[in-house]
């Protein structure tokens, strides 16, 4: 099996995350849609099986949507998730932006940094200014480890499970997960306009403009 691959997974993804999570992953991920501008050129990069599309069509409205999955068979649902508008799909690496020369008003990406390694973690933070227009935003969801001592036991322990489940069903290749704020703001390349928390603050969602 090669890495990072969820095509075995993907029908019942969205089930399983409900089951661990309830709807909270569905809730953080457009919880500052309301700051971003609407009818602008949006892309989705590890968009899954599009279950935020709907949540994107109502609230940003936009003029164009480009839909990015590494996973077949999650493309194929996502094409199944109604939608007013034309959405052009990608099925192949997310490496593969960088080589176009496509750039948008608005990149989001929602527990997508989960799945890279390090290293292609810096070069993707470093580099993803490059794929957004001026004053371009970008929406980032995903895990995190909260300092406090009882709340860091609880999400250390369910990443552990997590990582060893997608180990197991998907090759995943990362097992880390960092500080991805800190690891943003590092680069010194992007605003943060706000942050929003849930599921006893293991989940975060924030909004960034680009510098």
């Known amino acids: 099996m090669r890495k990072n691959q969820f095509d075995y997974i993907a029908k019942i993804y969205d089930k399983l995350a409900y089951l661990v999570f309830g709807n909270k992953i569905t809730y953080i ?11 602008k050129k949006v ?10 599309i709907p949540y994107i069509e109502e609230q940003l409205q936009p003029n164009s949507l480009t839909f990015l ?9 996502a094409q199944q998730v109604p939608y007013k508008g034309d959405i052009h799909y990608i ?15 608005i990149i989001i990406t929602n527990f997508f940094l989960d799945v890279l ?6 070069t993707f933070v470093n580099d ?20 406090h001592p009882r709340k860091k036991l609880l999400h250390t322990s369910l990443h552990q499970l997590m990582v060893l489940f997608f180990k197991i069903t998907a090759n995943l290749e990362n097992t880390q997960l960092p ?5 943003i703001d590092a680069t010194k390349k992007y605003k943060k306009r706000a942050i929003k928390y849930a599921y006893f ?9 680009k510098l």
């Open 29 to 39: 991920q457009q919880r500052t849609f309301y700051r971003l501008p609407k009818e």
């Open 43 to 52: 892309l989705i990069i590890g968009g899954g099986t599009g279950k935020i």
């Open 69 to 77: 999955d590494y996973s077949s068979t999650m493309i194929q649902l």
């Open 91 to 105: 099925n192949d690496s997310y490496t593969s932006l960088f080589k176009q020369k496509e750039t948008y008003d």
């Open 117 to 122: 390694p390090s290293k292609a973690l810096d």
């Open 128 to 147: 993803v200014n490059k794929l957004l227009n001026d004053n371009g935003y970008w929406v980032v969801s995903d895990f995190r480890i909260d300092p």
């Open 179 to 183: 500080n991805y704020i800190q690891v």
């Open 201 to 209: 603050d293991m989940m975060f969602t924030a909004l960034y403009s």
